[in-house]
């Protein structure tokens, strides 16, 4: 779920509720695999590449693009986790907390990033993790990969890859997992 919609998660009192399966667990392993073959074409071959998740929602998806890439090239490639919580553009509306540890053990230097997510909304956590990703180090080049695309951004961001492009209202909620993307709402209480 993006930033704006695990506010009202819990702790803070809201439940997510579905109201439709956009893609089953089937429909997002294909998903995953379409873009880890788009990746492999796009870079030809994955000299230099490597793949760094968001956390916490990009976690699950770039371990498996990565879990992809490795299955077709048969070549691993480094997997990196990336928390941008202290590069918000809204950290001093809000309590900022980390979502969870950056953990980056390899050089960036002069390599392609494959920046990943789970559902790309106003653009303003790729942003951040632009800003985090020059503090490692200064890249050949980022490539966004998403696994949903809901649009309504508010910043010029757009991906690379894209496991399902999803218009939806700016009060509807998507919740993007390895077993399901599902679309519905927050409601505060479980109402």
């Known amino acids: 779920m993006a930033e704006r919609e695990r506010q009202l998660a819990p702790p803070y009192g809201g439940v997510f509720v579905p109201r439709t399966t956009v893609l089953d667990r089937d429909a997002v392993a294909r998903a995953v695999r379409r873009m880890a073959h788009e990746i492999i074409e796009r870079n030809e071959g994955l000299t230099d590449v490597c793949v760094v998740g968001l956390q916490t929602g990009g976690i699950a998806f770039a371990s498996a693009i990565a879990r992809q890439l490795a299955d077709i090239e048969g070549t ?49 956590t790729i942003r951040a993790a632009l800003d985090a990703l ?23 961001i757009r991906p690379d ?31």
């Open 76 to 124: 691993e490639v480094p997997l990196g986790k990336l928390d941008v919580a202290f590069y918000r553009d809204d950290i001093n509306l809000r309590p900022v907390l980390p979502e969870a540890v950056t953990d980056m053990p390899f050089d960036i230097d002069r390599k392609t990033v494959i920046l990943v997510d789970d559902v790309l909304f106003t653009g303003r």
């Open 134 to 156: 020059l503090d490692q180090g200064r890249t050949r080049a980022v490539q966004l990969a998403v696994m949903v695309d809901r649009g309504h951004r508010e910043l010029p």
């Open 161 to 191: 890859f894209v496991g399902k492009n999803l218009p939806t209202r700016r009060i509807e909620v998507v919740n993007a997992t390895m077993d399901s993307v599902e679309l519905g709402e927050m409601q505060k209480g479980g109402q």
